[in-house]
């Protein structure tokens, strides 16, 4: 149940739009509206969302975050939670990430899926996604929270569409019947040294998982997963903060490598 009113959350989407867009830091949004609730938040998200879509904007895939233990760990939060990916948020391997576009970013390395029919929940299950994917993708996500100092709690984070900000896929495309999710091994290396290594396995136990799980989710307000939908299903290892100067190389068990340069 919503407790902000229409106008409240165009005004709230609007001004966290504007602190990505102008990649300046604004305060946490519940410290005005304290008893906001999820649907409070994610209808923001969604009229950011509305925004973009507006103004032309495609969205071109979504993704659910905080899914990875170590995730968890880092923010001290237990609930996943999901967000969309806008066109302008996918770099092209081999481009640089300016961080003049960007407040704090850092980095998560992620094992993408690309699926080939709709997914729908409630009860949508590991298997049904299992026979959903058509790909399995390389990604790092490069997350920018627009709150200041990291400063923030779950509910101004999905307000804040889960700090996505730009993401690069890369590496070699697989079927699913080529690769194992579960123990998929992926291992971080920033300027040469290894800072993250983890497993599909890290990701809510397997990466179907949060496609199932963003399936349930977006039924609660009556939305699915169309099929052909690119999904990021989460860090599979805690992030990683970068600055200009930086590279950062991930490799896939079978998936090949992604590096990214930071200017
Ligand atoms: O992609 C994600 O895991 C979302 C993270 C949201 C919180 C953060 O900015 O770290
Ligand atoms: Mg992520």
């Known amino acids: 149940m919503s407790t902000l009113d229409k106008t409240t959350i165009e005004n709230l989407a609007e001004h966290l739009e504007n602190a990505e867009l102008n990649a ?7 410290d ?10 994610y209808d923001i998200q969604w009229e950011i969302r509305r925004r973009k879509e507006a103004r032309g904007t495609r969205v071109t895939g979504l993704k659910m975050g905080l899914t990875s233990w170590a995730k968890m760990k880092q923010m001290g939060v237990e609930t996943p939670i999901y967000a969309f990916l806008a066109d302008y948020f996918s770099i092209d391997e081999g481009a640089e990430i300016n961080t003049s576009e960007l ?8 094992i993408a899926v690309i699926t080939n029919r709709v997914l729908k929940g409630p009860g949508c299950t590991i298997a049904q996604v299992m026979a959903a994917i058509e790909a399995v993708v390389p ?16 509910k101004s984070v999905v307000a804040d569409n889960a700090s996505s900000s730009r993401f690069i896929t890369g590496g070699r495309l697989r079927r699913i019947d080529q690769v194992d999710l ?43 997963i169309p099929a052909g939908t690119f999904i ?12 200009a100067g930086d590279s950062i190389s991930v490799r896939y068990e079978e998936l090949g490598s992604i590096t990214i340069n930071v200017v």
């Open 103 to 110: 407040i704090h970013p850092k980095v998560e390395a992620e």
């Open 24 to 30: 300046q830091a604004v305060t946490k949004i519940t």
């Open 32 to 41: 005005d509206y304290p008893d906001m609730d999820w649907e409070d938040a």
């Open 232 to 243: 990021m299903t989460g860090g599979v290892t805690a992030a990683v903060a970068i600055e």
């Open 139 to 154: 990604a790092i996500e490069v997350i920018d929270s627009r709150y200041e100092n990291f400063r923030f709690d779950l």
């Open 182 to 224: 579960k123990t998929l091994g992926v291992v971080m290396e920033k300027n040469g040294e290894v800072v993250e290594l983890g497993s599909g396995a890290s990701v809510l136990g397997h990466p179907a998982a949060a496609v199932s799980m963003l399936a349930n989710m977006l039924a609660e307000r009556g939305e699915e």
